[in-house]
């Protein structure tokens, strides 16, 4: 409604007395009508999403930014590394850009590769980075996980990969076909990308280097396939979770 009526999102109660025209009540009827017939996410309808308080440009191009990683950018990171400490971040498979944004505001002395290997993706998250003026310190590289890198390391990786497997694709509501299936999609057991990121990132990790990774609903299934890896299993305030964390010397040791 706010979007439809042009209005902040401030929540004032003055916002709430003010009065609706016709043409704007029309405007939120459209907009909620195409919401329940199409299934069309919320945010593919107004184009804007927010995550870790930034303002972040979506279109189907994108997956919707929802990570539960918002809420440990926001504590930067702590108590897991210093945060002053933290000279270069990778984001791997960035989508719109969120991570690797909220982690350059978050981390003013740090530099943040964004990786995607969607051409389409990477459009959108340059849009968001020039937006946030943060094209100094986010540079975007087209690379399927880690191929493109080199012999690049970082204080800390986070990644939020596909992690859904073939059953649970297909069981998914409507609105998740409005999504890119690149983005989700990650072979019969939803692990695809995760194997990857564990068996390559230790290469790309500085001592005492933290691996982030969002896996969701495929935590179980990662628990049973690599049980000799000491997952630490975040929670948060707000809700989420499937997030681990492991640091270089713990991945380097199995």
Known sequence: MLHALGLPHSLTPALYRRRVGRSG??????????RIRERIPAAYLTGVTWFAGVRIEVDARVLIPRSPIAELIERRFTPWIEPHQVRRVLDLGTGSGC????????LPHARVDAVDISDDALEVARRNVRRHRLAGRVRLIRSDHFSALGGATYDIIVANPPYVGARELARLPPEYRHEPRVALAAGRSGLDSVQIILAQAV???RPRGLLIVEVGNSERAVRRRWRR??????EFERGGGGVFLLTREQLQAH
Do not use: D, G, N
């Open 25 to 34: 009540e029309q405007r939120v009827r459209e907009l909620l009508a195409r």
């Open 99 to 106: 991570i690797a944004i909220a982690c350059a505001r978050a």
């Open 203 to 205: 290469r790309h990790l």
């Open 229 to 234: 890896l000491p997952f630490v299993w975040l």
